[in-house]
């Protein structure tokens, strides 16, 4: 018996089935490699390369190997880009969504994780996130993911879909030098890069209502969001009873001149970083409780922010 990893290529993805193996579970992967690597796949793991809009494959796949359910990474997952790409990124996350709902169905699966998103909530108006808080997301991604919860919550009253959706924050850190985050929009390979190539990084406002005026975030490590995902699926898999949707947060949230520092120390590149006007938009603060994910899902933050930046620069300099 195997979970089937869409998007399992990927950045988080890939920590997702490395969890799985540190757990004794097997997994199957299915990426399109649009934004994944085949080298981020581990030996001897079956990798399916195509896209969850390609009904055959999915159907086919679900034929040729024992799958006992899905954890659902695959998306296009660029907030900022969406706005300019809305019909793109409709489709791959919400008619992707759906496609592999009905696969799933024909196969006689009925069990999922999803790869849900902070960006359901948009700008919130409160100091802590919590599950309940009001959900009004401001981009084409943020929507497709709130209806991609709405579609597994759905299937769940139709088909006896077992389900639960992980609201990821801002993910940072690598479990392995093998496993950078190479989005071109992420803060820390943005960064990263920045002071690799002699440029000074910028920062937007320093006149929040906060500490030290620059934004607060919540930053939680990839390895241990991934162990939640395989803490999920076992919940789901014995039957045991699970929320709709967990935040994966912090609780507490460090600001973007504390990342600045951190990078600064554990690059060993002194930089002060420049400052440009705030965006539009862009809320003092936002962070998110993990009550419910502690309580059901061992979620707990066991790195520091130094470990985040540590792991996330060996990474990148590897990979460089």
């Known amino acids: 018996m195997a979970w089937l990893v869409t998007g399992g290529a990927g950045y988080i993805g890939a920590h997702v089935v490395r969890a799985f193996a540190d757990e004794g579970i097997d997994t199957v992967i299915v990426d399109d490699l649009s934004s994944g690597h085949e080298s981020f796949v581990p030996d001897g793991a079956p990798f399916v390369r195509g896209s969850i809009l390609d009904r055959e494959l999915l159907d086919a796949t679900f034929r040729d190997h024992d799958i006992t359910g899905v954890v659902h990474v695959a998306g296009f997952k660029y907030a900022g880009v969406s706005v300019q790409r809305p019909l793109h990124t409709y489709e791959q996350n919400v008619t992707g969504t759906a496609t592999l709902l009905a696969a799933m169905q024909n196969a006689g699966i009925r069990s999922i994780v999803f790869s849900s998103s902070a960006a359901v909530y948009g700008t919130p108006s409160v100091d802590l996130v919590t599950e309940e808080t009001a959900k009004s997301p401001e981009s084409p991604y943020g929507e497709s993911k709130l209806i991609g919860e709405w579609l597994l919550r759905d299937q769940g009253i139709a088909d006896g879909l077992r389900h639960t959706s992980l609201r990821y924050f801002n993910v940072v850190g690598s479990a392995s030098d093998q496993l950078p985050d190479t989005s071109p929009h992420n803060l820390f390979p943005l960064v990263f890069d920045a002071l690799i190539e002699g440029r000074t990084p910028r920062i937007n406002g320093d006149d929040y209502p906060t500490p030290d005026g620059t934004c607060v975030r919540d930053y939680i490590h990839v ?98």
Not at 248 to 275: K, N, Q, Y
């Open 223 to 320: 390895a241990d969001l991934a162990i939640s995902h395989v803490a999920a699926a076992k919940r789901l898999a014995a039957g045991e009873s699970i929320e709709p949707a967990y935040n994966l947060g912090s609780g507490d949230g460090v600001s973007v001149g504390e990342i600045m520092s951190a990078v600064a120390a554990v690059t060993g590149i002194a930089f002060t970083p420049e400052v440009g006007p705030r965006r539009p938009g862009d809320p003092a603060r936002i962070v998110a409780s993990g009550e419910l994910a502690a309580r059901d899902l061992d979620w707990r933050m066991r790195h520091t922010l130094d470990d985040m930046v540590a792991s996330a620069w060996a990474a990148h300099q590897a990979a460089s």
